[in-house]
């Protein structure tokens, strides 16, 4: 996908309002079936938004009165921390970057932590504002979410000493929330309100606001 975004003015067109949503919050099934065409039909009732902000607060209004299922399956477009391949324009920009600087043991690490947190929180995939800091720093932060100990600062060979629980381990199994239920709900509102500050974030990086 392009990282070009059409002209507000010309987003009365259902196509051009994939385009645009597609570029800022990442392409998905849901996106296209659902999100689109519920936010056509507010330009076209509202009006066309001023800004390409205001595009995203429309979004985020619509996603916001889905059910949680919906909420799910469109947290699932995004990329994982991490990823590096089939990724879109943007996130190959976000994620790209670091690349060459992050030590294998680091991608290997969040790669654990990736299918660990969606064991803990099923159907969800771990999502969070990256805004610059490098991978290592996710890692900490995956583990604090989880509950786990810290791996050590700065990055050393050393933290392949600090041991993941396994996938389908006592410890794994004995943290996995209740699908629907309170803590599994306030991990997807934080997911949706990280989604939103990175969609408002690739506004900034495309000169936009």
């Not at 645009?20 to 849901?30: G, K, M, N, R």
């Not at 064991?119 to 805004?131: N, S």
Request: glycine letters at 8%; hydrophobic letters at 40%.
């Amino acid at each position: 996908m392009s990282s070009s975004i059409p002209p507000l003015s010309s987003l009365l067109d259902s196509t051009v309002v994939d385009q645009a949503v597609s570029l800022l919050l990442e392409p998905s099934p849901i996106l296209h079936s659902k999100l689109t065409p519920a936010i056509t039909e507010r330009i076209k009732s509202t009006g066309t938004p001023e800004t390409y902000a205001s595009l995203v607060d429309l979004c985020a209004e619509e996603i916001g009165e889905w059910s949680l299922e919906d909420k799910a399956a469109f947290l699932g477009g995004h990329p994982l921390i991490g990823e590096v391949k089939n990724l879109s324009a943007m996130s190959a920009k976000e994620q790209g970057g670091n690349t060459v600087k992050t030590p294998e043991i680091v991608l290997k690490r969040l790669g654990h932590l990736n299918k660990l947190y969606s064991r803990v929180y099923p159907g969800l995939p771990y999502i969070t504002f990256v805004a610059g800091r490098p991978r290592a720093a996710i890692v900490q932060e995956m583990e604090r979410v989880l509950e786990l100990p810290q791996s050590p600062e700065p990055i050393p060979g050393d933290w392949s000493q600090v041991e993941l629980p396994a996938l389908d381990s006592e410890e794994a199994l004995a943290r996995v929330k209740e699908s629907g239920g309170p803590e599994w709900q306030m991990e997807t509102e934080r997911a949706l309100k990280d989604i939103w500050l990175i969609a408002k974030s690739r506004l900034q990086g495309l000169g936009l606001k």
